[in-house]
């Protein structure tokens, strides 16, 4: 369904606002079409990682926070990326790669492994640290990238790992503010892959905790939640990815 309203309210009046749903369909749509959900991740996570490139002035120590479905292989891709280009990167997953299921989740984190490896790239892998470890990693970060949960989550709680590393990424960010605006210290900034872990991107409402981002890059189309006057606190700067050149040719998956 595409929702007019929020199009009209919200200030993204030239832009498409579809369900959740319908963005599903939509994405299976294109891979029919010839564009493959591997491809559309691909494109994803360079998306992302132009963003975090455009908020910092150089190469700079990023963390990746990966979940373990299709949200996290965005966060693979735009690793590998920034890796690719020079920047030191940490990537913290819940799992090694090889244990991933959802797909492509599986074959991006694998591809950016082997391409660490066979390159020396600057990307380090953190696997299921604990709260001190991960702490000391962010602590480090110029940026953060949440690519935790994504456009299917709902609910009021967000469960660990990802509570912790939503926390201590939120803390990161706030303390860098103060000892940039005290000491001229450099701040670090989050940027959201899709919707901010812990807020609905259907009705924009946040879980406890929620990912306080600087930037988010949505995928293709906006959201309902994400256009919503309120869930600005959460996503800062909105920012769309469209990934195909136009998605009027695939309109008529969302008739069914």
């Known amino acids: 369904m595409i929702h007019e309203d929020f199009e009209k309210d919200s200030g993204f009046e030239h832009q498409p606002v579809l369900d959740v749903a319908d963005v599903t369909k939509l994405e299976q749509a294109i891979a029919a079409g010839g564009t493959s959900l591997a491809e559309l991740m691909e494109r994803a ?65 694998l591809k950016a492994l082997a391409a660490a490896q066979t390159n020396q790239l600057p990307l380090t892998l953190l696997v299921a640290p604990n709260a001190e470890q991960l702490k000391l990693e962010i602590n480090e970060a110029h940026c953060i990238v949440d690519a935790i949960l994504g456009t299917g989550f709902s609910g009021t709680e967000v469960r660990e790992p990802y509570a912790t590393w939503i926390s201590l990424a939120n803390q990161r960010r706030e303390s860098a503010s103060d000892c940039e605006q005290a000491e001229g210290d450099v701040a670090t900034r989050i940027v959201a892959a899709d919707v901010p872990s812990g807020m609905s991107a259907q009705t924009g409402l946040a879980a406890q905790p929620c990912i306080h981002a600087d930037a988010t890059v949505t995928m293709i189309v906006y959201k309902p939640g994400l256009v919503k006057p309120e869930a600005a606190r959460w996503t800062g700067s909105m920012k769309l990815a469209p990934l195909v050149n136009s998605i009027g040719r695939y309109s008529d998956a969302l008739k069914h």
């Open 45 to 109: 996570g360079n998306a992302i990682a132009d963003e975090v490139q455009a908020q910092l002035a150089g190469p700079a120590p990023v963390v990746v926070l990966c979940g373990s479905g299709n949200n996290g292989g965005d966060g693979w891709v735009c690793a590998r990326a920034l890796a690719q280009a020079g920047w030191p990167v940490t990537l913290v997953a819940p799992r090694p790669a090889e244990a991933l299921t959802a797909e492509p989740a599986h074959s991006a984190a």
